[in-house]
């Protein structure tokens, strides 16, 4: 296995024993498969920071901890190796934990076991046990920022990402004033689904920035008196989002918005291809993040606008706050909330973020 970088960078990276590490690049056997492919993907780790390797000085370890859709884990991802660069003199080298399934005890153990780690950037449902691990991660000197969702009663030393309730609460007010100007009038709930309704579509589990963006969003559009019809992705799968939204769309005729709250990933496709079916039409959509979804519906003007934050931008607020929150920078580790970018076919990029 050929690479540059020394047994005791690898074995860091990989979060594995140097002895490990040699046995695996010296093919001496007696390691199981998956251990080999850890080592590999922490070469690949390496060669793709290899910029902030070269820069002297003491190298920080932060791992990125992110439970979420695969789409969603790889645009962290990039936009982590993109903001490291950044934060010359400092030299940071990132480890990468991504879990596109939703199981909680993987999380856990993974919290657990993160060795030779100086911080945390997680993105992981606000539940007991993943609070807990916050908590004991602090204790043993591990700072924790909270990406994208917070976990406000964990001992995390920052939340970076956008305020998630104003960003609900912007959604409202573009649909009610996209509506008021297309002339459909808006007009109380009834059991049959009055006209006027907004169909809202969210994941499944605990994850409080959902939580607070349909809070802001209903709190707003409540004045307005139309009806929320909710569609959740009990399968992350656009299959069943696509199922869910046709049978929401027979029961409830009045559905005239869509408001898309989470990261699924075809999600916004689903619901835009079970309007089609269902031969509805919609006088608005708004989705969040300029993604491989949601870019081209957007550019095809298929959904109306896109609220989105610079992921980079946040990845590298997140790591100035971890080295706050260990002294190696002035000021405290706490951020103020991105902004929220409305995103129009006329300012949208020619290519995804």
Known sequence: MRHRYRIREIAAQAGLSAATVDRVLHERGGVRESTVLEVRRAIDD???????????????????????????????????????????????????????????????????????????ILKAPNVPGVIAAVNRLDRQGIPVVTLVTDLPASRRVAYVGVDNRA?????????????????????????????????????????????????????????????????????????????????????????????????????????????RDEERHYAVFIAHDLDADNTPLLRQRRISAVLHHDLRHDLRTACRSLLRARKELPGSPWATPSAIQVITPHNAPPVRF
């Open 46 to 120: 390496l060669d793709r920071q290899r910029s902030q390797l070269a820069v002297g000085g003491r190298t920080f370890l932060i791992d990125l901890v992110v439970q979420a859709p695969a789409r969603f884990c790889t645009a962290v991802r990039t936009a982590l190796e993109a903001a490291l660069p950044d934060l010359r003199p400092a030299v940071v080298r990132a480890r990468f934990h991504l879990l596109p399934s939703p199981a909680v005890p993987d999380l856990l153990r993974l919290l657990d076991r993160l060795p030779g780690s100086h911080g945390v």
């Open 167 to 275: 960003a609900g609460a912007t959604a409202a007010y573009l649909i009610a004033q996209w509506l008021a100007s297309s002339g459909d009038p808006a007009s109380g709930s009834s059991p049959g689904g009055a006209r006027g309704d907004v169909l809202v579509v969210r994941g499944r589990g605990s994850y409080l920035g959902e939580d607070e963006r349909d809070a802001g969003f209903r709190a707003e559009l409540r004045p307005c008196g139309r009806s929320v019809i909710e569609v959740v992705d009990e399968e992350e799968q656009p299959s069943a989002v696509y199922t869910a939204t046709r049978a929401a769309l027979a029961a409830y005729p009045g559905i005239v918005a869509v408001y898309s709250m989470y990261a699924g990933a075809g999600g916004t496709s689903a619901v835009v291809n079970a309007f």
